[in-house]
């Protein structure tokens, strides 16, 4: 038989599946009414070629790491072990604390939020550990230590301190305050992303608007965009005081209004010394 011949016999094969009653597995049978056994033989004895998959390409998860620099509620759920760190200065910053974990050799540690209340700080510091061996030893360490004279208190918390916040992510929280929803300055970090480039002005007459505020202290300085997104008045907490946030261009614009500002009072002429101006920056 001419290669030709049994080519054209090999084209005209056609293929019947039929399935056998104990298996599951498909069968191929070829018709006989053009070839021989042993063609047929050839053909069946042909090994299947069945593609595994590629092991080297799976799937690699790559797990972000923290800067310490602000709060992400969007991987506070990745960390379930938290140190609540009393007895700082008021005027410690995220560095502060993480000089003093790195010279006191505590490892583990992704992430240093700062405690505040209606964006004071409190004096106190949330740290986020992976593992509670890990939070048990730096636990061990802090409890020795003391941070420029003060002592520290150092207690384990259960859980997580954002399991009352809404993640939104870095971009939906500032989204969330341009459109006016209201910000309550408190926990940790005080919810907000700005770091250093933010001041809280507090000591201000309870019933004073954004615009008011605007045209009385805040012209003449950069802010970080519009008025309405840039001044934010702070949920009243039932005082004749009123407190705003200001977001700033840079870090030199939110110190330079604090120089500006801090233990002054408010429109003098209209309300004398009623109202003293009390400027800080928020980290």
Not at 163 to 189: F, S, V, Y
Request: aromatic share 8%; with cysteine.
């Amino acid at each position: 038989m001419s290669l030709l011949q049994r080519g054209s016999m090999l084209r005209n094969l056609k293929p019947i599946v039929s399935r056998s009653a104990g298996s599951s597995t498909a069968s191929r049978v070829f018709s006989t009414s053009l070839c021989s056994e042993a063609d047929i033989d050839g053909v069946a004895q042909q090994p299947q070629h069945v593609r595994q998959p590629d092991q080297s390409r799976a799937p690699v998860t790559k797990r972000r790491t923290w800067n310490g620099s602000g709060l992400d509620p969007s991987d506070t759920g990745r960390s379930r072990f938290f140190l609540r760190v009393t007895g700082l200065p008021k005027t410690a910053i995220h560095s502060d604390v993480w000089r003093m974990l790195k010279a006191s050799q505590v490892e583990g540690c992704q992430n240093v939020y700062l405690d505040y209340f209606r964006l004071v700080p409190l004096g106190a510091a949330w740290l986020s550990f992976a593992t509670e061996k890990e939070q048990n030893a730096a636990r061990t360490v802090l409890r020795r230590l003391a941070m420029s004279t003060f002592p520290l208190t150092v207690e384990t918390i259960e859980g997580t301190p954002f399991k009352t916040m809404r993640r939104r992510g870095a971009e939906g929280r500032e989204a969330a305050l341009e459109r006016g929803i209201p910000l309550i300055g408190n926990g940790p970090d005080a919810g907000i992303r700005e770091r250093g480039t933010g001041v809280v002005l507090f000591g201000l007459p309870g019933k004073l608007f954004t615009d008011s505020l605007h045209r009385a202290c805040i012209q003449g300085f950069e802010l970080k965009g519009q008025i309405k997104d840039s001044i934010i008045k702070l949920e009243s907490a039932r005082t004749l005081t009123s407190r705003f946030y200001i977001r700033l261009d840079s870090e030199a614009e939110a110190h330079r209004l604090v120089r500006s500002l801090h233990m002054n009072t408010f429109q003098p002429t209209e309300y004398g010394d009623r109202y003293v101006i009390r400027a800080r920056v928020v980290y």
